[in-house]
């Protein structure tokens, strides 16, 4: 009889060649496995730390405790959209793959073509935000082991910062195994974390600095001058980006065992049990912050929350405990560049990105895309150049990993129930529910993007700008005169996602691999049996 793993892996090889590509990748991702490497990339207490200066401005206790339970649930709804989606046909290539098979002939290559670069640009500003904040809170480290005496300069930040990405890059060279076994170690690690912050902050808080229940859940402070509203929803980019690039799973799918179940319940879960955990350590922290905010945001260990641990813990408590939150940020940064490269990868097997031909091989040492892994790090570095442009260029980054990652979240969903398509969903279903929580998700991406092109207040200058708009819209921009270039531009050879395996059709003929040239010029070629 054979055994289980046999008879999954099979399915998993077969539903992959019904969706026209071969196995590449070695599937050693268990469904815990596959849920780690999202929850990983979420990663709670060191994610909250590196945007509470969103939330702490723009409404203080009230947008950090509320404001996360209204934008979780709204998160939740785009999770399980995804996840239909991801449970018909679970391929790293995802976004833009079921774009174009759920789109009209007419508009499928371009809105494909978008969708791809928009995932990829927001995979790779993902690890450029997950490592800056890295980078921000090994200087904190630094800061507060110095008695709050040093103040990191951004070339020192920015120095770290390629340390972490080009450390990460190495990490995710080797083989998929151990990529899938370290994941188990992220959750574990995070979730410890998460308790040990729950349960420890407000006993080791003085009672100065302890707030009433009436503050903590209350108390609506507002610094930067928009009304309390829009403040309120300009906090939302917090759990927005805390909770965020759960596509991840998708991006292995290939890589994952029972993928077709695995990865839409890795979703659902991961961002379940983080807007748990995280609206119960944001509880804490607004109980234990005390109720000088400014003191918090303009404090020269230049983190909010560090400031809040020192103020609780003390210097040496402080460290040890910042040490793990560290760690776990660096962990986040590795599952980010491993969940991008594998974007990029699939992106470039179907040729839509420059250099396709070089991106998409497959080291036959490490049976991993090496290739693109070493491109989103470079990717990466480039990006966070923009920190010696001000404060404000780099947290476009931030907003730049959450507004590109939602069109490319939208589109597919849209392209679903718009178009006339053959969808068919997998395992996971939310039957007649199916188009309310779309509709919600997609007003809820549509709404936050328009919200986060805006500046932090409404009196701004040029270094105090929001240059997401510039960012992102600069980048599409450029992608999408390369799709409409002359003679070399996709709108002559891009027919989205292309077949990789010989394909018996009914007649009996087979449809050879399809061969990418260097120009992008693809060829299909039939040959009779």
């Known amino acids: 009889m054979e055994p289980p793993q046999h008879a999954i892996a099979k399915a998993d090889e077969a539903l992959l060649a019904e969706l026209g590509y071969k196995q590449e990748f070695k599937r050693a991702f268990t469904p815990l496995e596959v849920f780690g490497i999202a929850f990983s990339i979420i990663g709670l207490l060191p994610s909250i730390a590196s945007v509470l200066f969103y939330a702490v401005p723009n409404g203080g206790p009230a947008s950090m405790v509320w404001g996360w339970a209204v934008a979780s649930l709204f998160i939740l709804c785009i999770g399980m959209s995804m996840a239909e989606l991801g449970s018909a046909a679970p391929t790293s290539g995802g976004l833009y793959f079921w774009t174009h098979s759920l789109s009209s002939p007419r508009c499928r290559n371009l809105l494909a073509w978008i969708v791809g670069y928009s995932n990829t640009i927001g995979t790779i500003a993902s690890v450029a935000s997950i490592d800056w904040g890295c980078a921000v809170q090994v200087m904190a480290a630094v800061s507060i082991g110095s008695g709050q005496t040093f103040t990191a300069t951004s070339a020192q930040t920015f120095g770290v910062y390629v340390a972490i990405v080009l450390s990460h890059a190495v990490i995710c060279c080797l083989g998929t195994a151990v990529l899938a076994r370290?994941?188990?170690?992220?959750?574990?690690?995070?979730?410890?974390?998460c308790f040990a912050v729950i349960i420890g902050l407000p006993a080791a808080t003085p009672k100065a600095n302890m707030n009433t229940a009436s503050y903590a859940l209350g108390n609506f402070t507002n610094l930067y001058g928009w009304p309390d509203g829009y403040a309120f929803i300009l906090?939302?980019?917090?759990?927005?980006?805390?909770?965020?690039?759960?596509?991840?799973?998708?991006?292995?799918?290939?890589?994952?065992?029972?993928?077709?179940?695995?990865?839409?319940?890795a979703i659902v879960s991961a961002i379940g049990i983080a807007g748990i955990l995280g609206w119960a350590i944001n509880v804490s922290l607004t109980f234990c912050m005390g109720t000088d905010i400014n003191s918090l945001l303009n404090s020269p260990v230049g983190q909010p929350m560090a400031q809040i641990f020192f103020n609780s813990f003390g210097q040496n408590g402080t460290l040890a405990l910042w040490s793990f939150v560290v760690l776990v940020q660096y962990m986040m940064g590795s599952s980010m560049v491993l969940a991008s490269s594998r974007q990029t990868f699939a992106?470039?097997?179907?040729?839509?990105?420059?250099?396709?031909?070089?991106?998409?091989?497959?080291?036959?040492?490490?049976?991993?895309?090496?290739?693109?892994?070493?491109?989103?790090?470079?990717?990466?570095?480039?990006?966070?150049?923009?920190?010696?442009?001000?404060?404000?260029?780099?947290?476009?980054?931030?907003?730049?990993?959450?507004?590109?990652?939602?069109?490319?979240?939208?589109?597919?969903?849209?392209?679903?129930?718009?178009?006339?398509?053959?969808?068919?969903?997998?395992?996971?279903?939310?039957g007649?529910?199916?188009?309310?929580?779309?509709?919600?998700?997609?007003?809820?991406?549509?709404?936050?993007?328009?919200?986060?092109?805006?500046?932090?207040?409404?009196?701004?200058?040029?270094?105090?700008?929001?240059?997401?708009?510039?960012?992102?819209?600069?980048?599409?921009?450029?992608?999408?005169?390369?799709?409409?270039?002359?003679?070399?531009?996709?709108?002559?050879?891009?027919?989205?996602?292309?077949?990789?395996?010989?394909?018996?059709?009914?007649?009996g003929s087979i449809q050879e691999s399809v061969e990418k040239k260097e120009q992008g010029i693809i060829k299909e070629v039939l040959v009779e049996a």
């Open 182 to 193: 370290l994941q188990t170690v992220y959750v574990v690690l995070n979730v410890c974390l």
């Open 235 to 265: 906090s939302f980019l917090a759990p927005s980006w805390t909770i965020g690039s759960f596509d991840s799973s998708v991006h292995i799918s290939e890589e994952s065992s029972n993928a077709a179940t695995a990865v839409p319940w």
């Open 347 to 430: 992106f470039a097997r179907d040729g839509a990105l420059p250099f396709s031909s070089y991106l998409y091989r497959m080291n036959s040492f490490t049976k991993t895309p090496v290739n693109t892994v070493w491109f989103v790090a470079v990717s990466s570095i480039v990006l966070g150049m923009l920190s010696f442009a001000g404060p404000q260029a780099i947290n476009a980054v931030f907003s730049l990993s959450v507004t590109a990652l939602y069109i490319a979240y939208s589109i597919p969903i849209i392209a679903r129930f718009v178009f006339t398509n053959n969808f068919k969903p997998g395992p996971f279903s939310l």
């Open 432 to 507: 007649i529910f199916s188009l309310p929580v779309a509709v919600t998700a997609v007003s809820y991406m549509f709404i936050i993007n328009i919200v986060f092109f805006f500046p932090t207040t409404p009196q701004t200058d040029v270094a105090n700008m929001n240059y997401t708009v510039v960012v992102l819209g600069g980048i599409l921009f450029l992608s999408i005169m390369w799709y409409y270039c002359p003679v070399y531009g996709g709108v002559h050879w891009f027919t989205g996602p292309v077949s990789n395996i010989e394909k018996v059709s009914e007649n």
